[in-house]
C-alpha cells in the first residue's frame, strides 16, 4: 500500500507527537504541518520536514495531501474538520473532538456528505494499561463477575498554563483527560450506560473543571468510575478492579504490570473478630493466606502506530474505522450528562 | 469519684470487649454480665465475674447496677434500651443506635422523660487514623483549604456469617461500618451536610447491603467520601485527604503514621509535556522535586478509657456527654438519606 500524505495542522504539543509519530510510520508520510503562529516551527524544529504551510487554505489546497490530523485548540476542532472534509481530505481529529454534541453532529454529516472519512484520535484505547483491564479482567473474567472499576489519573499541577485554562477553548479536564478515560470505558464495556453522576472540582479555576469524578452506572450492573485530577500530592491507583472473586490494581503510570488478588477457596465459617485500630471488628479480619492467590499479571503488547494503519485502510475501504461515530457521540453525551450532573448535583438517567 | 457498677447485656464479641475494658477502666466496676444464650459465658470465660444474670429483669431490678451497657443486635436495642431507661438504668448503647429515625427518636424521648443518660459506644472517635486527619488536615489546616476526605475500610470475607447478613436484625454495612465513618465524618466536620449521594453493594447478599458508597456534600463545599467493602482482596487507603496545597493518605490499619505531600512552591509556568504510558501529557507531568516536600506525620495519642470516663461524668452532671442524641439523629437521618439515594439512584438534598 502506497503511504498516505499525512499534514498535521496545529504544531504544539500534540502536533509535534503526531509529526515524530508519522516520521516513524509504514503507512503515512509526513508532508507538511502548519500552524497559525509560525514561531512553533522554531519551538519543535523537524529537520528536512518537507513542507511549512503558510495558511490553512494552502494546505487544504495541496493536492498531495491525503489526510489531515487536526491538534489545535478544541474550540477550533469544527471549523477546521469541516473545511478539510470538504476539500475532500480524510480527517484525524484531536480530542475531544467537539465542544458539544451539536457541534459533533455538524461533522459527522458533514463527512458523510464528502464522503471522506472521519475519525479522532483516541490514542489511550492502545494504553497497555487499560488492555491489560480488558483483557484480563473483562475477556477472561478472571476475576469473575466484574463489580466496579476506578480508573483514575492523578497529577499536582493544575491545568497547565495554555488554553486549557479557559472555556471559550475547550479547556477543563473532563474535556482533557476525561474524554480518554469515558472512551477506554466503553472500550471495554460496550454496553449501555444508564446513569451518570459527576462532580467537578474549581480549585484554581472557576471557569474550567480542574478535576472531575463520574460515575457511569451500565446496564449490566457495572459501576464505572472515572477521575480526573490535577491537586492531587499522592497517587491513587491508575485502575482498581473488583470483580465477585478477586481484585486487581494498577498502580499510575506502570507501563509493565498489573496486581491481582484472588479468591482460591471460600470461607463461609464465622470469623473471629480482630483488633483494628482502637476497636475490633469482624467484617475487616484478613483472610488466611491459603484462601488467597496473589500474582502479577504483565500487560499485553500494543503499537499505537496501529491507530493511522486502521485509518489509511479505511481510507481505501479495506477495513471499518476502528474510533467510531456512534462512540464519538456516546463519549460525548456521557461528557454533557456529567456536565449537567455536577451542575445541579443530581443523577442524570438515560441510555447513554 | 466511686466506680459506677457496669452490667453488661449481650455477651458476643463486643460485650466481651466491653468486659475486658471495664476491668481496666478507672470509672466503672464490672458488675455484671448477661446474654440471652447462657452458653456465651463459656465462650468468653471471664474469671471471678461477678454476676451472671439469668434474664433481663434481674439485671434491671439489681438496685447496685448503675449503668448498662447494650451490646445485643441492632434490632434490640430500642427495647432494651427503654426498658433500661425506665429501670433508672443510665444507658451506653452499641452502634447503629436502631434501625431509624423513628427508633431513636423513642429512645430518646425515654431518656428525656426519666432524667437518665443514653448515649452510643461511638468508640472510633478515638481511632488515631481519624484523630490524625482532624487535627493536622481540619484544625491545623496544614494542607490549606481541605477539598475532599475519602474513608474507606476494606474486607474480602463477605459479610461475617451471623446476624448481620439479615435485614430483620439491621444487618449490613451500613449499619455495622457505615455508621461509624459517618460519625467520624460528622466529628471532623461538624458543619451541615447538604446532600447525599450512596451506592450499595449486593455481592453475595440480597437483603442487606454488602459494602456502600456515601457521598456527602458539606454546605461548606467539602466532599467527604466513605466507604466500605466486603469484597476487596486488595485494600485502598483508608484516608485520602485532599487540601488545595497538598495531599495526605493513611494507609488501611495503619496505627502510627500518616503519608503528607506538600505543596512548597507554586509552579506557574507552562510545562513541558511528559510521555504516560502510550502518549503524552503536560497535565500529567510530575512536579519538580524542589517545589514539594513529603512528610510523616505521628498519630496523635488516644485512651479509649475516656468514653466510659465522660460517660461517668455526664452522669454526675459534672460534665456534657460527648455523644450527644442531635448527633445521632444526623448521622441517622445520614444512613436513611443514604438508603434512599441508592434504592432510587438520585441525590438526595437536604440539611443533614
Known amino acids: 500500500m502506497k503511504k498516505k500524505n499525512l499534514a498535521i495542522i496545529g504544531y504544539g504539543g500534540m ?3 503526531h509529526a515524530i509519530n508519522a516520521r516513524k510510520s509504514d503507512v503515512v508520510e509526513l508532508h507538511g504541518i502548519y500552524d497559525i503562529n509560525p514561531a512553533q516551527y522554531d519551538v519543535r524544529p523537524m529537520r528536512d520536514c518537507e ?19 487536526i491538534a489545535v485548540p478544541n474550540d477550533c476542532h ?27 453532529e455538524e461533522m459527522i454529516a458533514a463527512s458523510e456528505r464528502t464522503g471522506s472519512l472521519f475519525t479522532v484520535h483516541q490514542n489511550r484505547r492502545w494504553d497497555t494499561d487499560i488492555l491489560c483491564v480488558k483483557d484480563y479482567c473483562v475477556e477472561k473474567e478472571s476475576l469473575g ?28 479536564m473532563v474535556l482533557d483527560w476525561g474524554v480518554h478515560l469515558i472512551d477506554q470505558a466503553l472500550f471495554a464495556f460496550p454496553g449501555n450506560v444508564t446513569s451518570v ?19 457511569m452506572t451500565f446496564e449490566s ?47 463461609d465459617h464465622d470469623v473471629t473478630p480482630v483488633k483494628v485500630q482502637t476497636g475490633i471488628s469482624k467484617t475487616m479480619a484478613p483472610r488466611t493466606k491459603e484462601t488467597i492467590e496473589s500474582l502479577i499479571v504483565p500487560f499485553p503488547e500494543s503499537d499505537v502506530h496501529d491507530f493511522y494503519r486502521n485509518v489509511c485502510r479505511a481510507m481505501d475501504g479495506k477495513e471499518t474505522q476502528l474510533i467510531t461515530h456512534p462512540q464519538l457521540r456516546r463519549v460525548m453525551k456521557i461528557m454533557e450528562a456529567s456536565f449537567e450532573s455536577a451542575e445541579k448535583n443530581e443523577v442524570i438517567h438515560g441510555i447513554f
Chains 1, 2 share one sequence.
Not at 513542507?51 to 490530523?69: A, G
Not at 459527576?198 to 480549585?203: E, L, N, P, S, T
Open 145 to 172: 463477575k466484574i463489580i466496579s472499576v476506578e480508573s483514575r489519573v492523578h497529577g499536582s499541577h493544575g491545568i497547565p498554563g495554555d488554553w486549557r485554562k479557559e472555556k471559550a477553548h475547550g479547556g477543563g
Open 197 to 215: 453522576y459527576a462532580r467537578m472540582d474549581h480549585i484554581k479555576n472557576d471557569e474550567v473543571d480542574d478535576g472531575c469524578h463520574i460515575v
Open 221 to 267: 450492573g457495572v459501576v464505572y468510575t472515572v477521575e480526573v485530577g490535577t491537586c492531587n500530592y499522592i497517587n491513587l491507583p491508575r485502575f482498581y478492579v473488583r470483580g465477585e472473586s478477586g481484585t486487581a490494581q494498577i498502580d499510575l503510570w506502570n507501563n509493565d504490570t498489573m496486581n491481582v488478588t484472588v479468591m482460591k477457596i471460600e470461607e
Open 51 to 69: 513542507i511549512k504551510y503558510s495558511c490553512l487554505d494552502d494546505v487544504l489546497n495541496d493536492p498531495d495531501v491525503d489526510l489531515v490530523t
Open 15 to 17: 502536533g509535534g507527537w
Open 78 to 104: 469544527k471549523e477546521i474538520t469541516i473545511k478539510s472534509l470538504e476539500h475532500g481530505k480524510a480527517v484525524i481529529c484531536e480530542k475531544p473532538v467537539a465542544l458539544n454534541s451539536e457541534e459533533l
